[in-house]
T-cell receptor, first 112, second 114 residues
Framework: RKEVEQDPGPFNVPEGATVAFNCTYS??????FFWYRQDCRKEPKLLMS???SGNEDGRFTAQLNRASQYISLLIRDSKLSDSATYLC?????????????FGAGTQVVVTP | DGGITQSPKYLFRKEGQNVTLSCEQN?????MYWYRQDPGQGLRLIYY???????QKGDIAEGYSVSREKKESFPLTVTSAQKNPTAFYLC?????????????FGPGTRLLVL
Protein backbone atom coordinates (compact mmCIF):
# COMPACT_ATOMS: atom_id res chain seq x y z
CA ARG A 1 0.00 0.00 0.00
CA LYS A 2 1.31 3.45 -0.88
CA GLU A 3 1.90 5.80 2.04
CA VAL A 4 -0.01 8.62 0.39
CA GLU A 5 -2.80 7.90 -2.07
CA GLN A 6 -4.76 10.23 -4.32
CA ASP A 7 -7.43 9.75 -6.94
CA PRO A 8 -5.54 10.57 -10.14
CA GLY A 9 -8.64 12.02 -11.82
CA PRO A 10 -9.02 13.87 -14.05
CA PHE A 11 -11.73 15.88 -12.37
CA ASN A 12 -13.43 17.80 -15.15
CA VAL A 13 -14.99 20.92 -13.63
CA PRO A 14 -17.05 23.61 -15.33
CA GLU A 15 -15.76 27.10 -14.76
CA GLY A 16 -17.36 28.58 -11.64
CA ALA A 17 -18.18 25.22 -10.09
CA THR A 18 -16.82 23.66 -6.90
CA VAL A 19 -14.56 20.64 -6.84
CA ALA A 20 -13.26 18.67 -3.90
CA PHE A 21 -10.93 15.72 -3.58
CA ASN A 22 -9.18 13.80 -0.88
CA CYS A 23 -5.84 12.29 -0.08
CA THR A 24 -5.35 9.39 2.34
CA TYR A 25 -2.19 8.69 4.30
CA SER A 26 -1.08 5.57 6.12
CA UNK A 27 1.30 6.88 8.79
CA UNK A 28 -0.78 7.85 11.81
CA UNK A 29 2.24 9.66 13.27
CA UNK A 30 2.28 12.19 10.42
CA UNK A 31 2.50 15.74 11.68
CA UNK A 32 2.47 18.08 8.72
CA PHE A 33 0.27 18.16 5.67
CA PHE A 34 0.45 20.22 2.53
CA TRP A 35 -1.17 20.75 -0.83
CA TYR A 36 1.08 21.66 -3.74
CA ARG A 37 0.04 22.65 -7.23
CA GLN A 38 2.01 21.38 -10.19
CA ASP A 39 1.50 22.66 -13.70
CA CYS A 40 2.49 20.52 -16.67
CA ARG A 41 6.27 20.13 -16.90
CA LYS A 42 6.83 22.56 -14.02
CA GLU A 43 7.90 22.27 -10.43
CA PRO A 44 5.44 21.80 -7.56
CA LYS A 45 4.48 25.05 -5.87
CA LEU A 46 3.17 25.27 -2.33
CA LEU A 47 -0.54 25.99 -2.39
CA MET A 48 -1.26 25.74 1.31
CA SER A 49 -0.35 24.02 4.50
CA UNK A 50 -3.12 22.06 6.17
CA UNK A 51 -3.78 22.71 9.83
CA UNK A 52 -5.69 20.59 12.30
CA SER A 53 -8.55 23.05 12.51
CA GLY A 54 -8.82 23.36 8.76
CA ASN A 55 -7.87 26.47 6.91
CA GLU A 56 -8.97 28.61 4.03
CA ASP A 57 -7.07 30.72 1.55
CA GLY A 58 -9.35 32.59 -0.77
CA ARG A 59 -11.23 30.06 -2.87
CA PHE A 60 -9.27 27.14 -1.45
CA THR A 61 -10.21 25.25 1.71
CA ALA A 62 -8.18 22.44 3.22
CA GLN A 63 -9.34 20.05 5.90
CA LEU A 64 -7.58 17.41 7.97
CA ASN A 65 -9.31 14.34 9.38
CA ARG A 66 -6.85 12.57 11.64
CA ALA A 67 -9.29 9.87 12.73
CA SER A 68 -9.80 8.70 9.16
CA GLN A 69 -6.32 9.75 8.04
CA TYR A 70 -7.16 11.93 5.11
CA ILE A 71 -6.86 15.52 4.01
CA SER A 72 -9.08 17.26 1.55
CA LEU A 73 -8.91 20.23 -0.78
CA LEU A 74 -11.95 22.15 -1.96
CA ILE A 75 -11.81 24.73 -4.72
CA ARG A 76 -14.75 27.12 -5.03
CA ASP A 77 -15.65 29.23 -8.05
CA SER A 78 -13.15 27.34 -10.21
CA LYS A 79 -11.11 29.36 -12.69
CA LEU A 80 -9.53 28.13 -15.90
CA SER A 81 -6.18 28.87 -14.28
CA ASP A 82 -6.92 26.31 -11.56
CA SER A 83 -6.30 23.54 -14.10
CA ALA A 84 -3.30 21.68 -12.73
CA THR A 85 -2.25 18.59 -10.82
CA TYR A 86 -2.63 18.90 -7.07
CA LEU A 87 -0.11 17.00 -4.98
CA CYS A 88 -0.76 15.88 -1.44
CA UNK A 89 2.34 15.87 0.75
CA UNK A 90 2.67 14.42 4.22
CA UNK A 91 5.54 14.74 6.65
CA UNK A 92 6.33 13.01 9.91
CA UNK A 93 7.59 16.22 11.55
CA UNK A 94 11.08 17.14 12.66
CA UNK A 95 11.53 13.70 14.21
CA UNK A 96 11.44 12.39 10.65
CA UNK A 97 13.83 14.59 8.72
CA UNK A 98 13.57 14.11 5.00
CA UNK A 99 10.46 11.98 5.38
CA UNK A 100 8.13 13.81 3.05
CA UNK A 101 5.76 11.43 1.32
CA PHE A 102 4.16 12.53 -1.93
CA GLY A 103 0.97 11.44 -3.57
CA ALA A 104 1.01 10.96 -7.33
CA GLY A 105 -1.37 13.86 -7.76
CA THR A 106 -4.97 14.62 -8.68
CA GLN A 107 -5.49 16.24 -12.05
CA VAL A 108 -8.09 18.99 -12.27
CA VAL A 109 -9.29 20.31 -15.60
CA VAL A 110 -11.49 23.39 -15.52
CA THR A 111 -13.50 23.84 -18.70
CA PRO A 112 -15.15 26.99 -20.09
CA ASP B 1 15.47 37.84 -5.87
CA GLY B 2 15.47 34.85 -3.51
CA GLY B 3 14.84 31.34 -4.63
CA ILE B 4 16.14 28.01 -5.84
CA THR B 5 17.82 27.68 -9.19
CA GLN B 6 18.56 24.52 -11.12
CA SER B 7 20.64 24.12 -14.22
CA PRO B 8 20.55 23.09 -16.91
CA LYS B 9 16.87 23.00 -17.75
CA TYR B 10 17.45 20.09 -20.13
CA LEU B 11 20.35 17.66 -20.07
CA PHE B 12 21.24 14.88 -22.45
CA ARG B 13 23.33 11.96 -21.32
CA LYS B 14 25.15 9.47 -23.44
CA GLU B 15 25.50 5.84 -22.39
CA GLY B 16 28.25 5.41 -19.81
CA GLN B 17 28.51 9.10 -19.05
CA ASN B 18 28.30 10.79 -15.67
CA VAL B 19 26.40 14.06 -15.57
CA THR B 20 25.98 16.65 -12.82
CA LEU B 21 22.86 18.64 -12.09
CA SER B 22 23.26 21.95 -10.32
CA CYS B 23 21.07 23.23 -7.48
CA GLU B 24 21.65 26.56 -5.74
CA GLN B 25 19.53 28.37 -3.16
CA ASN B 26 19.86 31.79 -1.58
CA UNK B 27 17.06 31.31 0.94
CA UNK B 28 19.47 30.47 3.76
CA UNK B 29 17.72 27.13 4.20
CA UNK B 30 19.64 24.43 6.02
CA UNK B 31 18.08 21.37 4.43
CA MET B 32 18.19 20.48 0.76
CA TYR B 33 16.73 17.56 -1.18
CA TRP B 34 16.85 15.83 -4.54
CA TYR B 35 13.81 14.09 -5.96
CA ARG B 36 13.07 12.23 -9.12
CA GLN B 37 9.64 12.41 -10.77
CA ASP B 38 8.48 9.89 -13.35
CA PRO B 39 5.17 10.17 -15.22
CA GLY B 40 2.19 9.15 -13.12
CA GLN B 41 4.25 8.69 -9.98
CA GLY B 42 4.84 10.69 -6.87
CA LEU B 43 8.18 12.30 -6.18
CA ARG B 44 10.80 9.86 -4.94
CA LEU B 45 13.64 10.96 -2.67
CA ILE B 46 17.17 10.41 -3.94
CA TYR B 47 19.30 12.20 -1.32
CA TYR B 48 18.86 14.84 1.32
CA UNK B 49 21.13 16.99 3.42
CA UNK B 50 20.31 18.66 6.70
CA UNK B 51 23.57 20.56 7.09
CA UNK B 52 26.79 21.28 5.24
CA UNK B 53 29.11 18.28 4.80
CA UNK B 54 26.38 15.83 5.73
CA UNK B 55 23.88 13.99 3.56
CA GLN B 56 21.68 10.92 3.73
CA LYS B 57 20.47 8.42 1.17
CA GLY B 58 16.84 8.51 0.25
CA ASP B 59 14.70 5.73 -1.17
CA ILE B 60 16.39 5.50 -4.58
CA ALA B 61 20.02 6.57 -4.06
CA GLU B 62 21.63 3.83 -6.16
CA GLY B 63 23.39 5.27 -9.20
CA TYR B 64 23.45 8.80 -7.78
CA SER B 65 25.91 10.81 -5.71
CA VAL B 66 25.81 14.23 -4.03
CA SER B 67 28.00 16.67 -2.17
CA ARG B 68 27.20 19.51 0.22
CA GLU B 69 30.32 21.62 0.55
CA LYS B 70 28.40 24.88 0.83
CA LYS B 71 25.06 25.69 2.39
CA GLU B 72 23.83 27.20 -0.85
CA SER B 73 24.74 24.33 -3.16
CA PHE B 74 23.70 20.69 -3.45
CA PRO B 75 24.78 19.21 -6.80
CA LEU B 76 23.58 15.79 -7.93
CA THR B 77 25.66 13.49 -10.10
CA VAL B 78 23.89 10.85 -12.13
CA THR B 79 26.43 8.12 -12.68
CA SER B 80 26.64 5.50 -15.39
CA ALA B 81 25.43 3.00 -12.79
CA GLN B 82 21.95 4.54 -12.97
CA LYS B 83 20.43 2.45 -15.74
CA ASN B 84 17.19 4.35 -16.18
CA PRO B 85 18.02 8.01 -15.58
CA THR B 86 15.44 9.60 -17.85
CA ALA B 87 13.24 11.64 -15.51
CA PHE B 88 12.40 15.09 -14.18
CA TYR B 89 14.80 15.95 -11.35
CA LEU B 90 13.66 18.37 -8.69
CA CYS B 91 15.76 20.05 -6.05
CA UNK B 92 14.12 21.42 -2.93
CA UNK B 93 15.10 23.23 0.21
CA UNK B 94 13.15 23.54 3.41
CA UNK B 95 12.53 25.81 6.36
CA UNK B 96 11.35 24.71 9.76
CA UNK B 97 8.99 26.65 11.97
CA UNK B 98 8.24 24.94 15.24
CA UNK B 99 7.64 21.33 14.29
CA UNK B 100 6.57 22.13 10.75
CA UNK B 101 9.07 21.74 7.94
CA UNK B 102 7.99 23.23 4.63
CA UNK B 103 9.66 22.51 1.29
CA UNK B 104 10.12 24.74 -1.73
CA PHE B 105 11.17 23.49 -5.14
CA GLY B 106 13.47 24.63 -7.89
CA PRO B 107 12.31 24.66 -11.53
CA GLY B 108 13.71 21.20 -12.27
CA THR B 109 16.03 19.59 -14.78
CA ARG B 110 14.83 17.14 -17.43
CA LEU B 111 17.40 14.45 -18.10
CA LEU B 112 17.19 12.45 -21.29
CA VAL B 113 19.37 9.57 -22.40
CA LEU B 114 20.65 9.61 -25.97
Amino acid sequence: RKEVEQDPGPFNVPEGATVAFNCTYSNSASQSFFWYRQDCRKEPKLLMSVYSSGNEDGRFTAQLNRASQYISLLIRDSKLSDSATYLCVVNGGTDSWGKFQFGAGTQVVVTP
Amino acid sequence: DGGITQSPKYLFRKEGQNVTLSCEQNLNHDAMYWYRQDPGQGLRLIYYSQIVNDFQKGDIAEGYSVSREKKESFPLTVTSAQKNPTAFYLCASSITSGRRETQYFGPGTRLLVL
